[in-house]
């Protein structure tokens, strides 16, 4: 299996300059490539691809050895392929008709990432090994930078990046050939429901319960954002007040992660087969608010409804409950969402009027109740079950 490892950097000063300064350099070249390509196809209807700017880096690093020239040749190449990679995706949501989203120039803050490619080549994973309590990674140009290892890290590293996030800076490894670590069978099988009042609900009545991270933080969020809205452009204060809301904002982000990985990690070691709505999240948080020609209805709740579903994060722990799946040996099915929190677990009458609240379900025709979340997720287990029994049949 491929797994990545995200580790904390603890660089000093001037390795946390030169850090910055290969950032800015890579976001100067991405966008020149950019410009690049706008220029080749506007002036002389010529399109410019990875493989003739990637022949032009050679160039590049010659005629600026200081600033380019700094820096690992694969780590360019990379930046370059990211750019290549974002108008491939332009051209697929052209031809798809979807909006296209033409790749724009990246401004300072908006470029924080930067990947090298190959192992050996630039970078190097614990450089100093003989070293008895640290860990360090080697980056051309920076040096030894201290890692904050809190875990250990399995397979073989494939590719090394770093990224920024506000004040911090951490070190990312993909890395391959990573050994599953296999639970014991537990014989169980659950249906889990995804809502607000409760992150999952599953088939047999287990609740487990929605921190609401956002809410929590939302009166010092909304603060700290005013205090934003009060300062000048360009300022020293607004920079601060800039890094105060990005910073209450990832440890939003890092606790709703933190929630997620602890959710999931409860439902792999309980259960053998877990079966899930295949729920289109993006589509279930698209805005109300219509057009001048068809204004939308009710756009204030379904507002605070795509906020609430957001804050639940449920494409953030569908996501980290597939990997601990793959790597429990766990099976993982994902089922149609319709009609599963309509539809009666006892009789199979499917009728709106059979949800009376967001809590309480009653069927019309047999009069069944139950929570109505445990009533989906019984649904959703027996649609995931006969979903396997016809692939195995098949």
Known sequence: MRRSYKFLLRPTARQA??????????????????????????KAGVT?????????????RADDADGQGRWSFSSQQATLRRLDKAFKAFFARVKTGRKPGFPRF????????VERPKVGDGCRWDSQPEHPSATFVRLQGIGHVRVHQHRPVKGRVKTIGVKREGN????????DDVPAEMLPATGAVAGIDLGIASLVTTSDGEHLANPRRLEASADRLAAAQRDLARTKRGSRRRRKAVARVAALR???????LDGAHKAALTLVRGYDVIVHEDLRIVNMTRSASGTLQAPGRMVAQKSGLNRSILDAGWGVFLTVLAHKAESAGRELIAVDPRNTSRT?????HCAKENRVTQAEFVCT???????????????????GLALRDAAEAA
């Open 17 to 42: 300059a030169a850090l910055a300064a290969c950032l800015e350099d890579h976001r100067q070249l991405y966008n020149a490539a950019l410009e690049h390509r706008r220029a080749a196809y506007r």
């Open 250 to 256: 990832a440890k939003v982000r890092r606790q709703r």
């Open 344 to 348: 009666c677990a006892r009789c199979g």
């Open 106 to 113: 990246k401004g300072r803050g908006w470029f924080d990432t």
């Open 168 to 175: 911090c800076w951490y070190v990312v490894l993909s890395c």
């Open 365 to 383: 025709a047999c009069g069944h109740t139950a929570h109505a979340d445990v009533n989906a997720a019984v649904i959703i287990l027996r649609a």
């Open 48 to 60: 410019v691809r990875y493989g003739d700017q990637s022949a032009e880096l050679k160039h590049i």
